[in-house]
């Protein structure tokens, strides 16, 4: 059986057909990208309840995109240009917490890496073109700006994709201190923290661009690869004999 990913999705309101309603929803590509890999996509609505049982179904965990966080979460009054989904917050930082706590392996990618360092205690930057001087990081919204990105000899992110690439990225906010447990991996040119990574756990990494978007898929296939173990791993210990005890 392929593994079963989970991608977090949206809440918000959408439109199709003659429809237009409150959806929770995901983009089509990381679905795509999850059955390229070999993986078996799963959309995961933002539900705060019954969160175990909602891991109980998956190997593996896609934090996706979207709106800001409430910077509530990391002690911080909102900027004027931050647009935040407090009901989607907190579902995914219950389900984040539980599914590390599994050491489920994670990809979290963009809003889903600001959120993996939000909960390691870490702040972001509520409006990067006010730090770095331009707008290159999301120059329209609804598309997608490319640029370089630059990673850390060693870590598994580089590991997987290079020490360079060329990235999709749509986002105007980026980590400013980066959360305890967690390394910075990957820059952009400006200095920006693209790319973070938990090097205590098997696979837990967050990139601030899109690689859902792109032609490359080795991420969504490393995280596959982490989840085919994490499977059968799990197979085995409900298989294992319960060890007698003294009375046996």
Same mark, same amino acid.
């Given at each position: 059986?392929?593994?079963?990913?989970?991608?977090?999705?949206?809440?918000?309101?959408?439109?199709?057909?003659?429809?237009?309603?409150?959806?929770?929803?995901?983009?089509?590509?990381?679905?795509?990208?999850?059955?390229?890999?070999?993986?078996?996509? *799963?959309?995961?609505?933002?539900?705060?309840?019954?969160?175990?049982?909602?891991?109980?179904?998956?190997?593996?965990?896609?934090?996706?995109?979207?709106?800001?966080?409430?910077?509530?979460?990391?002690?911080?009054?909102?900027?004027?240009?931050?647009?935040?989904?407090?009901?989607?917050?907190?579902?995914?930082?219950?389900?984040?917490?539980?599914?590390?706590?599994?050491?489920?392996?994670? *990809?979290?990618?963009?809003?889903?890496?600001?959120?993996?360092?939000?909960?390691?205690?870490?702040?972001?930057?509520?409006?990067?073109?006010?730090?770095?001087?331009?707008?290159?990081?999301?120059?329209?919204?609804?598309?997608?700006?490319?640029?370089?990105?630059?990673?850390?000899?060693?870590?598994?992110?580089?590991?997987?994709?290079?020490?360079?690439?060329?990235?999709?990225?749509?986002?105007?906010?980026?980590?400013?201190?980066?959360?305890?447990?967690?390394?910075?991996?990957?820059?952009?040119?400006?200095?920006?923290?693209?790319?973070?990574?938990?090097?205590?756990?098997?696979?837990?990494?967050?990139?601030?661009?899109?690689?859902?978007?792109?032609?490359?898929?080795?991420?969504?296939?490393?995280?596959?690869?982490?989840?085919?173990?994490?499977?059968?791993?799990?197979?085995?210990?409900?298989?294992?004999?319960?060890?007698?005890?003294?009375?046996?």
């Amino acid at each position: 059986m392929k593994p079963v990913i989970g991608i977090t999705s949206y809440a918000q309101e959408a439109a199709w057909g003659a429809w237009k309603q409150q959806a929770a929803l995901v983009p089509l590509s990381y679905v795509s990208s999850v059955e390229l890999a070999g993986g078996r996509p *799963l959309v995961v609505p933002p539900v705060d309840d019954a969160v175990e049982e909602t891991l109980d179904a998956l190997d593996g965990l896609v934090l996706s995109g979207g709106a800001d966080i409430d910077p509530v979460h990391y002690g911080e009054d909102p900027h004027p240009a931050t647009s935040a989904q407090a009901h989607r917050d907190h579902a995914e930082l219950a389900l984040l917490e539980a599914a590390l706590a599994r050491e489920l392996p994670v *990809l979290a990618i963009c809003r889903g890496m600001q959120m993996l360092n939000v909960l390691y205690r870490g702040t972001l930057h509520q409006h990067l073109p006010e730090l770095v001087g331009h707008d290159g990081h999301r120059e329209a919204r609804g598309t997608f700006s490319e640029h370089e990105v630059t990673l850390l000899e060693g870590s598994r992110t580089a590991a997987t994709i290079g020490q360079r690439a060329v990235v999709k990225s749509s986002h105007h906010q980026a980590p400013e201190r980066v959360g305890k447990g967690l390394d910075a991996v990957g820059w952009a040119e400006d200095g920006t923290v693209e790319a973070i990574e938990d090097p205590r756990r098997k696979f837990a990494v967050g990139v601030l661009w899109h690689p859902e978007e792109g032609e490359d898929k080795r991420l969504f296939e490393a995280l596959v690869e982490e989840a085919r173990g994490f499977r059968e791993a799990r197979a085995g210990r409900a298989g294992a004999p319960t060890r007698p005890g003294r009375g046996s």
